[in-house]
């Protein structure tokens, strides 16, 4: 398991509906995030928040593939008086939720937001689960070191708090690796599983590299081989992983625009040699489902395809041997800790 803590995520319903104008905040946190419809954008712009300095995300379908997401990252002294241009502009009729994030001590200044707008590109364009509409790439880092390490701290917090609102594209994809190992470098080389691929070696990895408590799954089939780790609720296909090229009329749609999406960002490239794809990165799926579809391009049960490698189980199997455990230790005295029993 990584090394992550609890939050504790206020939301409240501004107007009593679960799709309406929405805020959000953490617990002990500076930030505010006001999460609104295109509907309500007269009620939006009368807030009080919107006329702060702040980044701002329009979010809505791709034109160009309705089942992905497109986004739109800005960034104002009034917030409010961008969004009501953007609302004119032919070229942004995408959008169809605003996401204004803006502080509650009113200490974000310009240099902030141009420095969080700048961030937020690269991490949507890194992590690949949205197009961005965005023509340039700011590249924004003229703060205090001190100013720095707050903003990214602040990231850190929004990545928490908006994919609970529906923003998953901003969701980082868990460190698989050992980062404090000192046989890190040895763990993990750069010998790829595949060859050198556009230029990018992917990693093979080492069983003993993988964030300690994390299983690692293999799955075969047609000719595919495919390893992932399942973490923080999500499954890492891992880089070197292969993915068939054709696509199944079967293939949930959702999985088919990832999979092209993860094509335009280069991280699912065809393999030299082959008629298959290679992952050349490390790639965060929903589900075990959804990580085999994406590996084989049709529909699959992704609990009977992957396998525990150390112990041979499908995932189905594992799994309902952990929930069995936990049913044993509910019925353990008083006195054994939960965690104790599962460890043995």
Same mark, same amino acid.
């Given at each position: ?204 990895? %080492?069983?003993? *590299?993988? #964030?300690?408590?994390?299983? +690692?799954?293999?799955?075969? @089939? /047609?000719? $595919? ?24 009329? %079967?293939?949930? *749609?959702? #999985?088919?625009?990832?999979? +092209?999406?993860?094509?335009? @960002? /280069?991280? $699912? ?76």
């Amino acid at each position: 398991m990584s090394n992550l803590t609890g939050r504790t995520i206020k939301l409240f319903l501004v107007d009593g509906v679960p799709d309406g104008i929405r805020t959000a905040e953490i617990m002990s946190w500076t930030g505010h995030v006001l999460f609104a419809p295109r509907s309500s954008i007269t009620a939006l712009l009368a807030r009080p928040e919107v006329r702060k300095t702040g980044a701002y995300l329009l979010i809505g379908p791709d034109p160009q593939d309705a089942d992905q997401t497109m986004v739109y990252v800005g960034e104002g002294d009034n917030v409010g008086i961008r969004i009501s241009s953007h609302n004119k502009d032919p070229e942004k009729a995408f959008w169809e939720h605003a996401c204004v994030i803006t502080s509650k001590d009113l200490n974000l200044t310009k240099a902030h937001v141009r420095y969080l707008e700048s961030k937020l590109i690269k991490i949507i364009d890194r992590e690949g689960r949205a197009t961005l509409a965005n023509r340039s790439d700011p590249d924004f880092d003229l703060l205090p070191e001190s100013d720095l390490a707050d903003m990214d701290d602040f990231i850190a917090r929004l990545q928490t708090l908006l994919p609970v609102l529906g923003a998953d594209f901003v969701r980082p994809t868990p460190r698989v690796r050992q980062t404090k190992s000192t046989d890190h470098d040895k763990a993990v080389t750069t010998s790829p599983v595949g060859d050198e691929i556009n230029g990018v070696q992917v990693p093979k990895y %080492s069983p003993d *590299s993988f #964030v300690k408590g994390n299983p +690692e799954f293999r799955m075969s @089939a /047609g000719g $595919l081989q495919a390893r992932a780790v399942e973490m923080d609720g999500q499954m890492i296909i891992l880089a070197g992983s292969d993915a068939r090229t054709e696509e199944a009329p %079967s293939l949930a *749609s959702n #999985v088919r625009a990832y999979r +092209e999406q993860l094509r335009r @960002a /280069g991280k $699912l490239h065809r393999a030299e040699g082959s008629n298959n794809l290679r992952f050349t990165e490390d790639v965060a799926f929903t589900s075990p489902s959804a990580a085999a579809q994406a590996v084989m391009g049709t529909s699959r049960n992704g609990r009977t395809d992957w396998i525990n490698i150390a112990t041979n189980e499908t995932y189905a199997e594992w799994q309902d041997r952990l929930v069995s455990r936990v049913g044993e230790v509910s019925t353990a005295a008083p006195s054994e800790s939960p965690s104790t029993a599962l460890d043995q």
